[in-house]
């Protein structure tokens, strides 16, 4: 970090080779995607190459500090990705809305759109370890034991943290929560030995 602290490039290149592997590994894990994987580990480097005085050797080692920043924009690009796909099928859902057809039942189509608005709401309430969790879980379709890995907290923290979560969400929603909470999240969340995705 001294030599990239002091422009040398090469610098770069010696930390790209040693953390490009366990940096795309993480990323890849988080993201369940190759492109997006790379592009995150192009962002870290990047971000280590213009702010290098942001990596503080007082606080802990640089390998700790530099994975913890590829988690951190792995999780940001799922949410990104999360909002992407969310306001592609509001799109879809207005057009399939505004379509003349009668294929559909309207009433159940709009009840689904308000429930799933009020689970974003809601999930967008809580504390933030408790929402990313959650969205690891049922977005991202990560076991229990892979969200402990991947927010590097102890598996009963992440447990405690998902059920107060839920606890949390079906107070806010009240009784939409029993029979739609589950479907809004896209269904139950993996447990530990199950398919992950």
Wanted: hydrophobic fraction near 40%; proline fraction near 4%.
């Amino acid at each position: 970090m001294s030599r990239v602290r002091a422009g040398d490039r090469g610098a770069v290149d010696d930390l790209y080779d040693r953390f490009r592997r366990p940096a795309f590994t993480l990323a890849r894990r988080v993201l369940g995607d190759d492109t997006l994987a790379e592009d995150v580990v192009q962002d870290v480097f990047l971000t280590v190459w213009r702010d290098p005085f942001a990596y503080d050797g007082s606080r802990g080692s640089f390998s700790s500090w530099f994975m913890a920043m590829v988690h951190h924009k792995a999780v940001d690009a799922v949410r990104r990705e999360e909002s992407h796909r969310r306001r592609q099928t509001r799109a879809g859902d207005d057009l399939v809305l505004s379509a003349p057809t009668r294929e559909h039942d309207v009433e159940d189509e709009a009840w689904s759109r308000v429930v799933s608005e009020r689970v974003r709401t809601a999930l967008s309430a809580l504390p933030d370890a408790q929402r990313e969790a959650l969205t690891l879980a049922y977005y991202g379709g990560y076991t229990q034991r892979e969200v402990a890995a991947l927010t590097r907290a102890p598996l009963g923290t992440v447990k405690t943290r998902m059920l107060a979560g839920m606890r949390r969400l079906k107070e806010e929603l009240g009784t939409v929560a029993g029979a739609s909470i589950g479907g809004a999240l896209s269904g139950p969340a993996p447990v530990d030995g199950g398919a992950a995705r």
